[in-house]
C-alpha cells in the first residue's frame, strides 16, 4: 500500500526507509521483511520477501537483511527496467 501510493503513516515511513518489516503483524508467530519491486516506467510490480517462524527468525537477523533485501529488490527492478534509484535511500 505504500508505494501505491497510500498517504499518512506508516506509509511515509515505509516510503522513506524503502521496506517495511513486520514482527507478527498478520501471524503473530511470523517475521518478515519486505522491499518493492518496480518495472518499466517505475510501476509497482510488487515486493519481495524474506519470512519465517520467530522460533527461528528474530530481530537482530532481520536487521542484518535490511542491505541484501534492498540489493535484491534494486537488481529485481533493474532487471524489470525500472529505476534501481527509486531503492536506494
Do not use: C, W
Request: charged share 20%; proline share 8%.
Amino acid at each position: 500500500m505504500a508505494f501505491s501510493g497510500q498517504p499518512g503513516e506508516p506509509y511515509e515511513t515505509i516510503r522513506k526507509n524503502g521496506y517495511h518489516i513486520s514482527f507478527g503483524e498478520r501471524d503473530p508467530e511470523t517475521v518478515g521483511i519486505s522491499a518493492p519491486v518496480f518495472g518499466a516506467g517505475d510501476a509497482l510490480l510488487g515486493a519481495v520477501t524474506l519470512a519465517g517462524p520467530r522460533s527461528r527468525v528474530d530481530e537482530p537477523f532481520i536487521r542484518k537483511m535490511i542491505e541484501p533485501l534492498l540489493r535484491a529488490a534494486a537488481d529485481m527492478t533493474e532487471a524489470f527496467g525500472g529505476s534501481r534509484g527509486l531503492l536506494q535511500s
